[in-house]
């Protein structure tokens, strides 16, 4: 422990925040490299004065219990406010606006028929096979459908790549899925993170596109677009899964770079709109509790900012079979959201033109400093977890939510949690 004393964090997310924050009060000389010209990585918290609230164009929610993520918001002195119980959720489908269920059964003996099913699921496989071949009878379509909605659009996932298990355990294996956001929003946790870390000396260095790194004379460097290199102990690299997988990739470190694939990463499009009031409640007074919406369409998932009476509507469009968009230009995406809503509301032609004030797309796909989304758990990447859990050759560790030893793969309580665990190793060296 006593040898290591100078370490490198590349990224400034929810993850390298936390980790330099961990290691520096035990003393660390901590230095961050961070790509962009901001912190936060895919936490990304816009101005109030954008939308009159502060959106998020980012991680938005915090899912579950989240252990770590509460115990921060409580230190940090912030707000958390939990979606209630009365919040509803509605589905478009064939022309028709009902009221749904966030989970994909509804009644016992359906939900009790999946849960013998998947117990006796002896080898991991994805929930396409699984659904092939346990739920192929004419009375299970509704379920299967539902539950191909939910992995395409809650998990960002490729039903053919997603593992049953994981998908099990979110779903059905009697965890805590209670939803909630932070009041100040998620930018407030990292600033407070960023807070911490000055105190302890940590030094933050922005706008340095990290490109590779190298091992030598016992140090490991990490060269970025700046004119020479930084040096230290120890590195920790935080990047997003296929960034940091290029990263290794140019540093010539193929083995550990072709693990990598092996977890699933998700493509996701968010879409904000701010318009001048909650339209949908005069278009439909019994959608005053509207929270979540779920439609056939290609923009599949809505959902407002309930139990805020806030006039904003959120989209998420997971690019998967629709990767052409990646490209496309924000105003082509702006049209399509405004036609799929025209549909599904069924208002008149240029209504929601009129309504609209401000609106903003964040393509995540498009990001070269993220690749996507967020993570999520494939039939093979549980082995490929523990295969990199070990320093790639004793001087670089990789860490994120993609990389966490835990249920909640993908979130920022993952990213913490997972910087938490590296430095704990890091710290025992």
Not at 192 to 221: A, D, P
Not at 273 to 302: A, C, E, H, Q, Y
Not at 316 to 323: I, R, S
Not at 385 to 396: A, F, M, N, Q
Request: with cysteine; proline share 3%; hydrophobic share 40%.
């Amino acid at each position: 422990m006593g040898n290591i004393k100078e370490i490198i964090v590349v990224g400034a997310g929810a993850c390298g925040l936390m980790a330099a924050r961990e290691l520096s009060k035990k003393g660390k000389r901590v230095l961050i490299i961070e790509s962009r010209n901001r912190i936060g990585g895919r936490i990304w918290s816009l101005p109030k004065s954008k939308f009159n609230f502060i959106a998020e164009a980012g991680a938005e929610f915090v899912h579950g219990e989240a252990k770590i993520t509460q115990s921060l918001i409580k230190e940090a002195h912030l707000n958390y406010k939990e979606i209630p119980d009365w919040a509803e959720f509605w589905r478009y489908k064939d022309g028709r606006l009902n009221k749904a269920s966030m989970e994909p059964a509804n009644d016992s003996q359906t939900v009790n028929d999946i849960n013998i099913k998947l117990q006796n699921l002896k080898k991991d496989i994805s929930i396409s096979q699984f659904l092939k071949k346990h739920l192929k009878n004419e009375k299970f379509k509704t379920l299967r459908e539902r539950i191909i909605e939910m992995v395409r659009g809650y998990d960002a996932a490729d039903p053919d790549k997603i593992s049953t298990k994981s998908v099990y355990n979110e779903w059905l294996g009697g965890q805590n899925n209670s939803q909630g956001r932070i009041r100040e929003g998620y930018g407030a946790l990292i600033n407070f993170l960023q807070s911490e870390c000055r105190k302890n000396g940590v030094k933050i260095i922005l706008n340095r596109h990290v490109n590779t790194f190298k091992i030598e004379n016992k140090k490991v460097k990490i060269f970025t677009n700046d004119i020479g290199n930084y040096s230290g102990d120890i590195a920790m690299a935080t990047q997003p899964v296929p960034v940091l997988k290029k990263f290794l990739l140019d540093s010539s470190f193929l083995k550990e770079a072709a693990f990598l694939s092996d977890i699933g990463f998700g493509g996701i499009i968010k879409i904000l709109l701010g318009f001048k009031s909650r339209w949908w409640i005069s278009v439909n007074k019994k959608l005053r509790n509207l929270s979540f919406l779920f439609s056939d369409k290609t923009i599949p998932t809505w959902w407002t900012q309930y139990p805020g009476r806030i006039p904003v509507l959120t989209g998420w469009f997971p690019v998967l079979g629709h990767e052409e968009f990646i490209q496309k230009d924000n105003k082509k995406i702006l049209d399509l959201s405004l036609s799929i809503l025209k549909k599904i509301f069924k208002t008149e032609d240029g209504f929601l033109k009129k309504q609209l004030i401000s609106w903003k797309i964040i393509n995540w796909p498009a990001d070269i400093y993220a690749g996507g989304a967020y993570s999520y758990v494939t039939v093979k990447t549980e082995k490929t977890k523990k295969k990199l859990i070990e320093p790639i050759k004793g001087k670089l560790f990789l860490a994120g939510e993609a990389l966490y030893n835990g249920d909640e793969i993908g979130t920022v309580e993952a990213a913490l949690g997972s910087a938490k665990e590296v430095s704990k190793r890091i710290l025992k060296l």
